[in-house]
């Protein structure tokens, strides 16, 4: 149920081009780590499927997840003003 729930969104968001969309891959230790109330096998699908989301075709930056949280968001913040820009 909620596997589907969320591919409805996914979908949803998806059907819209945003000016750029910031995606944070992240690995199965990093993410179980991160979220351990999930079960495994749930975070390595989100993990594996992630990186095949298009969105129509936006700008996508891809950032790792395993980098200092400043790190990604100064590098988010410069993504963002230049899409603005």
């Known amino acids: ?3 589907q729930r969320e591919l409805k ?3 949803w968001m998806a059907s819209y081009l945003p000016v750029l969309l910031i995606r ?3 690995d ?3 993410a179980f780590a991160r979220k351990p109330d999930h ?3 749930a975070l390595q699908e989100k993990i594996a499927v992630t990186p095949q989301l298009t969105f129509n075709g936006a ?3 891809e950032l790792d997840g395993r980098h200092p949280a400043d790190e990604i968001l100064q ?3 410069r993504a963002i ?3 603005l820009s």
């Open 9 to 11: 969104l996914y979908q």
């Open 75 to 77: 590098a988010s913040l």
């Open 39 to 41: 079960q495994l096998a």
């Open 81 to 83: 003003h230049a899409a």
């Open 28 to 30: 199965e230790q990093t």
């Open 59 to 61: 700008k996508i930056l």
């Open 1 to 3: 149920m909620l596997r």
């Open 24 to 26: 944070l891959g992240i």
